[in-house]
């Protein structure tokens, strides 16, 4: 998760970012609480970790049938348990 996103999801009258000011709908600047932005990055992070490092759907479908579904769930496991839930 970005740090535009992480303000987009914490504070719902934000509907325009440039830079680091958040806006609202009448181009008031909306202020928002940096600590908490980051530590929702922080906890995110791993989301965007697994993404990267997970197989592309044609090497999965590729395990799938090659190895079958335990492989397949062993590939998967592996790499939710390099990078665990917060």
Request: no cysteine; hydrophobic share 35%.
């Amino acid at each position: 998760m970005n740090k535009h996103d992480a303000i987009l999801k914490l504070n719902y009258t934000v509907v325009t970012i440039r830079g680091d000011i958040a806006y609202d709908k009448d181009e008031k600047e909306v202020k928002y609480d940096n600590a908490a932005v980051e530590a929702l990055m922080e906890a995110e992070a791993y989301k965007d970790k697994r993404v990267a490092e997970y197989p592309s759907i044609v090497d999965q479908l590729d395990t799938l049938y090659h190895g079958g579904y335990d492989a397949w769930k062993a590939t998967i496991e592996a790499v939710k348990n390099k990078y665990p839930k917060g």
